[in-house]
């Protein structure tokens, strides 16, 4: 069963880094689009980054372009995305998702697998 679990959310200043990880398991992962959502309250779920099956292509949100970096390793069956300067409109819940298509479509949020989500919270 392919499934995706994320981790390292947590409180965090505004500027503050943060790493988040995401493993995966019961699928072959190196064939994949990665990439990382996010959902604030009240708000819909939205494309952040995402990363090629190769890690030769990304693309990001143009609110975090400069400060985050997606990335993968296909020998560990992992992605990362590390925030940098975080600000409070960062605040959400992250998730993490894998598709087989492609990374746009991917980005436009119709992926095959999705995590269960872990909680960033950027105070003021």
Not at 31 to 48: C, H, I, L, N, T
Not at 66 to 93: C, Y
């Amino acid at each position: 069963q392919a499934r995706l679990v994320e981790s390292g959310g947590r409180l965090v200043e505004a500027g503050d880094s943060l790493r988040l990880s995401c493993t995966a398991s019961g699928f072959r992962m190196q064939m994949y689009s990665m990439g990382w959502f996010r959902q604030a309250p009240g708000k819909e779920r939205e494309f952040v980054a995402g990363v090629n099956f190769n890690g030769a292509t990304t693309h990001y949100k143009d609110s975090v372009k400069g400060r985050f970096v997606v990335s993968r390793d296909n020998a560990n069956n992992t992605a990362a995305l590390q925030m940098n300067g975080l600000k409070p409109e960062d605040t959400g819940v992250y998730y993490c998702t894998a598709d087989s298509v492609g990374l746009g479509y991917l980005a436009e949020g119709r992926s095959d697998v999705w995590g269960q989500g872990t909680q960033v919270t950027v105070s003021s």
